[in-house]
DNA sequence: GGCATTTGGGTAGTATGCTAACGATCAGCA
DNA sequence: TGCTGATCGTTAGCATACTACCCAAATGCC
């Protein structure tokens, strides 16, 4: 067993490398194509319609410059409206489509059977702690990330 | 708080993201380049010179793909070597260059030292908790991921 | 009003991290 | 020996995920 395998860090990239599996697979068995990240910013125009790219990218942990990519896909998949604000023409409004709700409405509940997969061989109870944990150091290191989150209100 | 906030594939790409960030961090201070996917390519070829880019692979569960472009990078740095193998012309032989040896000595000490900041907020015994629960659940999803670990022997 | 600063979005560039497909090569077997 | 299948590395393509930099537009301050 090599020194890595044992640090937080190689064992934190594993966990992310099979999340990002167990997600797309299911996707694939839904005969969609749509990744985690696309799931994330869609609950997020859900949750606050009307946003600009800057913020949807606090809202979900994203420098600009990727939100900007993911948009586009949504965009091309008519699951995301994109028009210039008027009232700030620097800036673009963004919106569910009707397409966009219905998918998002269908994907809610498979999402999040899906997170038990994501954590195998844990029990209930040892899931709930692993995700206190989680949350208590993404909470504390939020501005070490490079693009940290930055809720509204 | 949205609802993804609490999702586990969430917070792993959030810890992923601040781990990542943490590494880049503090090899900016030390004067490098160099990413922790390609630290931990280097750990492995110290622990098992002469593999090719296949087994690098499994040791340190990534694609042949994208091995291939990290050692790429770890040869344009002269920090490995890379030759034919002459029993097998198919295969790629690494090796550590002597100057990627002299690196590698000098950043286990740093790279192990992060690894505490990586998981900024908990005591000592909830890191522990953290690694236990991370590396259970990481072995039992190991095949969940596309590019599972496979260990030598 | 005028001007410096800030902000939103974009381009260019780099590195992961994956799929699908391909050529070269090797291993097993009739 | 010749064929079949598996394996190693690579290319092409796509989607994150960032930095550095730029332009346009809004904001704050005098």
Redesign the pocket.
């Given at each position: 067993m090599s020194i890595v395998h044992a640090m937080p860090g190689f064992l934190i990239?594993r966990l992310n490398?099979i999340s990002m599996?167990v997600f797309q697979e299911r996707m694939q068995r839904l005969g969609l194509d749509l990744?985690s990240?696309?799931f994330a910013a869609l609950v997020a125009l859900s949750e606050n319609p009307g946003i600009?790219?800057?913020?949807l990218a606090g809202l979900i942990a994203?420098?600009?410059?990727?939100i900007?990519?993911?948009v586009d896909?949504l965009v091309a998949k008519d699951l995301v409206a994109r028009r210039i604000n008027p009232q700030?023409?620097?800036?673009?409004q963004l919106a569910l489509t009707d397409s966009g709700a219905t998918l998002l409405q269908r994907l809610i509940p498979e999402v999040q059977a899906l997170q038990h997969d994501i954590l195998a061989g844990l029990s209930a109870a040892e899931v709930a702690a692993f995700v206190t944990l989680a949350r208590r150091t993404t909470e504390a290191g939020n501005d070490r990330?490079?693009?940290p989150l930055r809720p509204r209100d």
């Open positions: 990239r490398q599996s990744t990240v696309q600009d790219q800057a913020t994203h420098d600009r410059v990727t900007g990519g993911v896909r700030d023409r620097r800036a673009r990330s490079r693009a």
